[in-house]
C-alpha cells in the first residue's frame, strides 16, 4: 500500500496525496493512468483534464476530483504525484484511499518494472533561534524551535559504476546549480558514513537521484533534509536493519541539522541544535517563504553575528547560555492561534543575515503591505517565512508578494518524519 498524506480543510473536506516512483518509459507509464476502463475497479466519472506525458484529471460522482502529474527524475526514471480532494467525510476518504491503493499496485504489477528504492524528509524552518556562546569548538551553544515544512525533498538511490548525484526539482535553475554532483554531497557522506560504521560487505558506489522543492543554502535545511532521506534510503538499499537510535547517531555525524531532518514534526533543539526534544504541536500554522536566488553560508552567517557583538563590546564567548521561551513551546502543544504565535517569533540570527544581504530588510518590511502575521528570517537566511492566519490567507499574501515582484512559496507545518516512499 502506498504511504498517503492526509490534509483536512477549514470546511472539514479531505485531501489525500502520494507518490511513486516508476522505472520505465513515459508513454507507456502515462498510457495506463490514461486507461481508466482497464482499472480494477469503478472508473472515473469523466476527464478533466489531460496534458500528455505531463499532467492528466478525473472527476468522480461524489463531485470529488483528482490530479495526476508526471515528472521526470532522471531518463528512464520518473515520479507519480496523486492528489484527490474535495473528499466530503470520513467515508469517502476511506473509499478513496483503498481505490487508489487498488489501482496504484494493478498499474505497477501490470509495468513489471523495478522496485525503486526512494526516501523523503521535509526542509524547516526555525521559530525561535537564540544564539549562546562561541565554544572552543567553534560551534555556538544554541536554544530552538524546530518546524517542519511540508516542502519535500526526495532521494532516490541506485548501484552505480562511481559516486554521483544528480538534482532535479521546482527550485530555480540557480538553486540546483548550487548543488554539489560530487562526493561532497552530503547524501554521498551519508552513504560513506554507514559504510564505516558497520560492515556491509555488499555496498557499492550509489547513484543518487535528488528531487529538491527546498531552497538551497536558504535557512531550511534543504541539505539535511537530502541526508535524512539518504539515510533511510541507503539503509533500506543495503538492507541494514537500524534502529531510530542508530540513524540519529550517523544522522548528528552529518550535521546539526540533519536528526531533526530525520525526526520531522516540530522539537526544541539545544546544545548545537543537535539535541532534541519532541513537541506534540496540535494546530497546524500556514506560511508563505519568501526564496531567494543567492545563498548564505551558515558559517559565514554565524561569524557575522560574532563580529556584530564584538562591535556591541560583547565577547562572543562571554555571552550568556540562550534558552527556549515556554510560552511559544506551550501556545503549540495547546493549539493556540496563529495571531497568539507571532509575537513570539524570534531568530538571532536575523540581524546578521541583514548585515550581510540589506536587501532582506525590504523583504521583512513588506510584512505589513502584504498582512502577514509575522515576518523572519528563517534559520541563517536568506529565506523569510511569513506567518499567515489560515490556508486561504497565505494564498492571499503569496499573491500580494508577486505583486511586489518577489518569489512566494505556500506551506504548512508541521511536517512528519522522514520516510520511506513506496
Not at 522505472?23 to 472515473?44: A, C, K
Not at 547517531?249 to 522539537?267: M, Q, T, Y
Not at 537566511?381 to 511569513?386: C, L, S
Amino acid at each position: 500500500m502506498s504511504e498517503w498524506s492526509v490534509n483536512t480543510s477549514k470546511s472539514g473536506r479531505y485531501t489525500i496525496t502520494a507518490q511513486r516512483f516508476y522505472q520505465i518509459d513515459l508513454p507507456r507509464l502515462f498510457g495506463l493512468f490514461n486507461d481508466p476502463e482497464s482499472w480494477p475497479t469503478e472508473q472515473p466519472q469523466r476527464l478533466m483534464k489531460l496534458e500528455p506525458n505531463q499532467r492528466i484529471g478525473y472527476s468522480f460522482a461524489n463531485l470529488s476530483r483528482v490530479d495526476i502529474r508526471f515528472e521526470q527524475i532522471r531518463n528512464g526514471l520518473y515520479r507519480v504525484t496523486l492528489e484527490h480532494d474535495q473528499l466530503h467525510n470520513e467515508l469517502e476518504l476511506d473509499w478513496a484511499l483503498h481505490y487508489w491503493d487498488l489501482v496504484l499496485n494493478s498499474i505497477f504489477n501490470r509495468l513489471g518494472c523495478e522496485e525503486v528504492v526512494a526516501a523523503t524528509a521535509f526542509g524547516k524552518i526555525n521559530m525561535y533561534l537564540k544564539v549562546g556562546p562561541l565554544l572552543p569548538t567553534g560551534y555556538h551553544q544554541v536554544a530552538t524551535l524546530y518546524q517542519s515544512v511540508n516542502l519535500p525533498e526526495t532521494v532516490v538511490v541506485e548501484h552505480a559504476p562511481s559516486w554521483s548525484v544528480n538534482t532535479i526539482g521546482t527550485v530555480t535553475p540557480e538553486h540546483l546549480a548550487a548543488v554539489p554532483t560530487d562526493e561532497s554531497n552530503l547524501v554521498v557522506k551519508v552513504a560513506q558514513s554507514l559504510m564505516n560504521s558497520f560492515s556491509v560487505p555488499h555496498a557499492r558506489p550509489i547513484q543518487f537521484s535528488v528531487h529538491k522543492t527546498v531552497p538551497v543554502a536558504g535557512g531550511m535545511g534543504g541539505g539535511s533534509a537530502d541526508a535524512a532521506a539518504a539515510l533511510l534510503a541507503v539503509a533500506n538499499f543495503w538492507e541494514m536493519d537500524l534502529s531510530l537510535g542508530q540513524l540519529e547517531v550517523i544522522a548528528a555525524r552529518i550535521g546539526v541539522d540533519v536528526p531533526f531532518a530525520l525526526r520531522g514534526g516540530a522539537a526544541r533543539g539545544t546544545g548545537h541544535g543537535e539535541v532534541l526534544t519532541t513537541i506534540r504541536q496540535v494546530s497546524k500554522l500556514h506560511w508563505v517563504l519568501v526564496p531567494n536566488d543567492f545563498g548564505l553560508s551558515t558559517p559565514e552567517v554565524y561569524a557575522e553575528l560574532d563580529r556584530l557583538r564584538s562591535a556591541r563590546g560583547v565577547d562572543p564567548r562571554g555571552v550568556r547560555e540562550a534558552f527556549m521561551l515556554d510560552t511559544l513551546v506551550n501556545n503549540l502543544r495547546i493549539g493556540a492561534s496563529a495571531e497568539e504565535i507571532a509575537p513570539l517569533l524570534h531568530n538571532d540570527l536575523e540581524e546578521a543575515a541583514v548585515s550581510l544581504r540589506p536587501e532582506l530588510q525590504k523583504v521583512l518590511d513588506l510584512q505589513e503591505q502584504v498582512y502577514a502575521l509575522r515576518a523572519i528570517v528563517s534559520g541563517s537566511g536568506p529565506t523569510v517565512a511569513m506567518l499567515a492566519r489560515n490556508a486561504d490567507d497565505a494564498i492571499a499574501i503569496a499573491s500580494r508578494l508577486r505583486t511586489y515582484g518577489q518569489q512566494a512559496v505556500v506551506t504548512s507545518s508541521p511536517a512528519g518524519p522522514a520516510r520511506m516512499v513506496d
